[in-house]
């Protein structure tokens, strides 16, 4: 194995350990006090009440420290429920007052896909630290404004790939780096599920940039990256639509083909048609990996045709949240930086590119 390929996985596996283990920051600048760093969570929705605030209580190395809502009510909640001081409470109009907070390092933000570029461009320049859900933006143009903004500031920018950071999905990249079953040949992928009420903006084209693929065809997207090392090099792509009311602006069924440097070949599909669609495979010279389920915030399992793999049960949130905090201890970007999230807009967008004549569309992403 080479070295680069050692040096990932040796990233990524220390990044899962950091989340399963006690551990200490080592010394670097804007790493002299020994203490969590200070997290303001942007967008008190459902992914900030459910998943992004409980994992900021299990976090080893960074706490909530303040909110950022437009919602009055929520205020007093999330104050009382976890003892935030009013003055380090923010609406979206004050947000620019988080620059004199010093007890903010990083700002994560958990709103629709069309705000992320808005919020991390003012974070930035309020001096913090950013992490963005993903998809890291509604197009890549916006992604290296991001990107542009936060090495102006000389801040970090983080994008909410929790995968990269689960031990199944750490443990089928160093199947697949390794070689451990001979090279690969062809991936299948996919994620979807029956979206509900039709006035949600996420089928919203302004706010969510796309519909199935922008927010969870983009795993099976990553996935199938994350697993070859490569960037893909050609893509062809069909969409389906059988409600065209609800689905009026954005997709509701895609299915693509991928090919890689390498000659491996991916097949992808994506839905917000109906429930179920939540895995990859991998078929290699010698035997198959794969996860089914593979997305899901728990409860994923890891298979191959040698037998399954068990392995602990980690919150992904609290783990991906610690790597980016020892990522700026130690002054490193993190291997979910935001050149990681434009690459993803880029294949994104040759997708969407292929699908009007559904011919085969060069990516230039390698």
Request: aromatic letters at 8%.
């Amino acid at each position: 194995m080479s070295t680069s390929r050692r040096e990932f996985l040796a990233g990524v596996s220390a990044a899962v350990a950091a989340g399963m283990t006690q551990g200490g920051f080592h010394s670097a600048a804007h790493a002299t006090e020994d203490r969590k760093l200070g997290v303001a969570l942007v967008g008190l929705g459902s992914l900030g009440t459910n998943q992004v605030a409980p994992a900021l209580q299990k976090t080893k190395h960074c706490r909530l420290a303040a909110i950022v809502t437009g919602t009055p009510e929520k205020e007093r909640i999330w104050s009382d429920r976890y003892q935030i001081d009013p003055r380090h409470i923010y609406d979206y109009d004050r947000f620019d007052k988080i620059v004199g907070d010093d007890s903010i390092d990083i700002v994560y933000i958990a709103l629709p896909n069309s705000m992320h570029a808005e919020f991390t461009i003012r974070a930035a320049r309020a001096g913090k630290h950013v992490f963005c859900e993903k998809p890291m933006a509604n197009s890549s143009e916006e992604c290296r404004q991001m990107i542009a903004a936060c090495t102006a500031q000389n801040r970090h920018l983080g994008i909410g790939y929790r995968c990269q950071f689960e031990p199944r999905h750490v443990r089928c990249m160093e199947i697949a780096r390794e070689k451990q079953m001979g090279g690969l040949k062809v991936i299948e992928a996919g994620f979807g599920f029956q979206i509900g009420k039709p006035d949600q903006w996420r089928l919203r084209k302004s706010l969510a940039g796309g519909g199935a693929l922008m927010d969870v065809g983009i795993y099976a997207l990553q996935a199938c990256r994350y697993l070859t090392g490569e960037e893909p090099e050609a893509i062809v792509a069909q969409e389906t639509k059988t409600d065209a009311d609800k689905f009026a602006e954005v997709d509701e069924s895609i299915t693509w083909t991928m090919r890689f440097p390498s000659g491996v070949l991916a097949y992808c599909s994506t839905s917000y048609n109906f429930n179920g669609l939540n895995r990859f495979r991998v078929y290699a010279e010698n035997g198959w990996f794969g996860m089914d389920p593979a997305f899901s915030y728990n409860d994923n399992r890891l298979q191959t045709s040698r037998g399954s793999i068990a392995l602990p049960e980690t919150d992904q949130f609290a783990t991906e949240l610690d790597q980016f905090a020892i990522s700026i201890r130690e002054n490193r970007p993190s291997h979910v930086s935001g050149e990681e999230g434009l690459k993803d807009l880029l294949a994104i967008e040759a997708i969407y590119r292929s699908i009007p004549s559904q011919t085969l569309v060069a990516t230039h992403l390698s």
